[in-house]
């Protein structure tokens, strides 16, 4: 099994609308290729992990290096693992909220993000460097 995360900027042309109908095609394309994972999506800013097989998941990556609605695309981590974090979701997907609403609903939020997924289940660097660079996106926004 193998792992990554990243980190992009959303083009401003890149609309919401437009994030939600990726979305779509990425959940499709992902359940049949065996690819889970999450992808998080906080003003203009994503961070995703992919997990599968080795070549799936490259080529998938590369596709995604040269995807013209974002930029500064940047590999965080690779790791080879036993198991999955994502298990059940060929893309769980969360938009994290506005400046305004922040806090009413962060706790909450990242709650129900971390129930919904095997990062306290298990022990991994994968896992740990994901969490920790969500927890960076939503505090330096």
Do not use: P
């Not at 997990?51 to 290096?65: A, S, T």
């Not at 922040?102 to 095997?118: G, I, M, P, T, Y």
Request: aromatic fraction near 14%; charged fraction near 25%.
């Amino acid at each position: 099994m193998h792992s990554i995360i990243y980190t992009s900027r959303a083009l401003d042309s890149f609309d919401s609308i437009q994030v939600y109908q990726m979305l779509e095609g990425s959940r499709s394309y992902n359940a049949e290729h065996g690819i889970t994972g999450c992808l998080l999506y906080h003003e203009r800013q994503f961070v995703q992990i992919l997990e599968g097989d080795y070549q799936v998941v490259d080529g998938l990556f590369q596709k995604i290096r040269h995807d013209q609605r974002h930029a500064e695309v940047s590999l965080l981590m690779e790791d080879n693992t036993d198991q999955r974090l994502f298990d059940n979701w060929n893309m769980g997907f969360y938009e994290f909220i506005s400046k305004e609403e922040r806090q009413l609903f962060r706790k909450h939020q990242f709650n129900q993000f971390f129930e919904n997924s095997n990062l306290f289940r298990q022990s991994s660097k994968t896992g740990l460097l994901f969490f920790k660079r969500v927890r960076d996106l939503l505090e330096s926004n």
